[in-house]
């Protein structure tokens, strides 16, 4: 009797990577509800849509996690190289002021994909982060342009948003 193909979600998940041939972008959603999980995906998509437009090669892994609250921050954003990404969210949803906080925080985190995967933030081995050319690895968080200009387009992103929901 065929039960069917069972497989590893790792094996899953490396078998798409390797046969997409880079033509479309991927985004990859885990942990928390799937409620959750796809309403992040939707923002992080309409994102790609709105800052990205051309870009057909960015490789874009969330996770939703429970410790990122004990670490200070409702998200994390890192980059392995111009294409690749990874996004740490808080999953419990209930525990952000709002449901608008929850859509600027993946908002906030995706302007930073979009800084990186066009060189405007550059981060390097040695520990040094460039913004534009110039270095600010010492510079205070509150001070950061990266963090400063994601906070400014976090706010347009979601009246943009806002307005096209609403339609």
């Not at 069972?6 to 798409?16: K, R």
């Not at 942990?31 to 959750?36: A, E, I, L, P, Q």
């Amino acid at each position: 009797m065929n039960r069917g193909l069972q497989c590893n979600p790792f094996v899953v998940l490396c078998i798409c990577k390797l046969m997409r041939e880079k033509i479309m972008n991927f985004v990859l959603v885990t942990g928390s509800t799937k409620k959750n999980r796809k309403l992040v995906e939707g923002i992080t998509n309409w994102c790609i849509k709105e800052l990205m437009p051309r870009m057909r090669t960015l490789d874009i892994e969330i996770e939703l996690r429970e410790t990122l609250r004990s670490e200070g921050v409702y998200g994390w954003c890192e980059s392995a190289d111009s294409r690749n990404f990874r996004i740490d969210l808080h999953k419990k949803f209930d525990e952000y002021e709002n449901l608008e906080d929850v859509i600027k925080t993946v908002m906030h985190e995706m302007v930073h994909v979009w800084q990186w995967a066009t060189g405007l933030c550059k981060d390097y081995a040695d520990g040094r982060r460039m913004w534009k050319g110039k270095d600010y690895t010492d510079t205070p968080y509150s001070k950061q342009p990266w963090e400063r200009q994601a906070y400014r387009m976090q706010e347009t992103l979601y009246k943009k948003w806002l307005t096209e929901v609403t339609e």
